[in-house]
């Protein structure tokens, strides 16, 4: 836990910089004690990238089933909430491979797809993602009264 609390700092820092009023600064024991608790839940899938020990990189997501109604279709996901790795060790393959463990694991549950939300400010991780096959499908927008 402490590693995946360390590991979402600087990708959090991130966050907090380009959009302040809607993200909280890094708070390692804090982002311990949220994945603590989520890795109860038997619809999470938390995945940890290490080399000799240390901490490289993770992914953090959550199966979704959601049931047809009057307006879509049902479908079943995996949502990706977070992917990180290591500042030092981006552009390894790191990223790379956890995604392809957690499409496996969406394959092997039967979910029929993957979807993740990025910030519009991001273009690094929008180009990540679009390498991997990934493609915009839904544009959201804010005001601020």
Do not use: K, W
């Not at 360390?6 to 380009?18: F, G, I, K, Y």
């Not at 279709?73 to 390894?92: D, E, F, K, M, Y």
């Amino acid at each position: 836990m402490t590693a995946l609390g360390e590991l979402n700092a600087d990708v959090q820092e991130l966050h907090v910089r380009m959009q302040p009023t809607d993200f909280r600064a890094p708070d390692t024991t804090a982002a311990a004690a949220y994945f603590r608790e989520r890795l109860t839940a038997p619809n999470v899938l938390v995945l940890l990238a290490d080399e000799d020990g240390q901490a490289l990189g993770y992914l953090y997501a959550e199966e979704q089933r959601l049931e047809a109604d009057a307006f879509r279709q049902s479908s079943n996901v995996l949502h990706i909430h977070h992917l990180c790795t290591h500042p030092a060790r981006r552009r390894s393959g790191i990223g790379r491979a956890l995604m392809t463990t957690a499409e496996q694991h969406a394959a092997s549950r039967s979910l029929d797809t993957l979807r993740l939300n990025t910030g519009s400010f991001n273009t690094d991780a929008q180009r990540f993602f679009g390498r991997l096959g990934y493609e915009p499908y839904r544009i959201r927008l804010m005001r601020r009264p």
